[in-house]
């Protein structure tokens, strides 16, 4: 999938697998942030994301993020 959005495990474990579907680039637990670069440097990323435990997932598009990042220094701050 071609996303601009950053997400984040709220709870449980996910997947970040690369685009032959198959390869775990890496594991993304709880708090823990992926596709932040692609959202700031307004690109897309082509990594995939699975759940592979019960997991409460967040995803913050573009707009929210500057909303965010814009009141909030320190969130602009931890997400680069």
């Known amino acids: ?7 984040t495990a709220v709870a449980g474990a996910c997947e970040i697998v690369l685009p032959d579907g198959k390869n775990v680039a890496c594991n993304l ?12 440097n307004d690109t897309n990323h082509d990594f995939s994301l699975r759940v592979s ?24 701050e931890y997400v680069e």
């Open 1 to 7: 999938c071609l996303l601009r959005v950053m997400t």
């Open 29 to 40: 637990v709880m708090g823990e942030i992926a596709g932040q670069l692609a959202l700031i």
């Open 53 to 76: 435990a019960f997991s409460e997932v967040l995803f913050l598009e573009k707009e929210e993020y500057e909303e965010i990042a814009a009141e909030s220094e320190r969130f602009a």
